[in-house]
């Protein structure tokens, strides 16, 4: 018996498919986007502009940030899940993808001029900058 072969294409043709695949990709870049937290929580420190995320790490724990963060892929792509078959969901899953595409952008940059910005980070660092956060291992 032969395999069929269904081109790429054909496999993201369908809406149901599209969104399972743009959720996988959220879920994989906000991995890479905790992991990038984590990283500088632990070393330099890093501005946090998120309110919600900034309440998180206040506590100290990077348990509760991952707890977070694997909390709040869930219930997204839980919802992209059952709406999957809406021309919102797929909608979403893109604005979702796009953001997420950008977050990796400015992290990528932001690891570049990590090495320049140290005196910055220093002042940062030491000073009352409210959005600034560090975390401890």
């Known amino acids: 018996m032969q395999a069929m072969s269904v081109p790429i294409a054909g496999v993201f043709a369908d809406r149901s498919r599209r969104v399972i695949a743009l959720t996988a990709l959220i879920a994989l870049l906000s991995l890479a986007d905790l ?3 984590l990283t500088f929580l632990r070393t330099v420190g890093m501005s ?3 309110p ?3 309440m998180v790490m206040s506590y100290g724990s990077p348990t509760y940030l991952v707890v977070w963060k694997l909390a709040s892929i869930a219930v ?4 992209f899940w059952l709406a999957r078959r809406r021309r919102l969901a797929e909608a979403g899953c893109w604005v979702c993808v796009a953001v997420l595409v950008w977050l ?3 992290w990528i940059h932001y690891s570049q001029e990590v090495e320049t910005a140290t005196p910055l980070i220093h002042v940062l660092a030491s000073g009352e900058c ?5 975390m401890a291992d």
């Open 35 to 37: 992991f990038m937290t």
């Open 48 to 50: 946090e502009a998120n």
């Open 52 to 54: 919600v995320a900034r």
């Open 76 to 79: 997204a792509s839980t919802v």
């Open 104 to 106: 990796t952008v400015r």
């Open 130 to 134: 409210p959005t600034w956060v560090t």
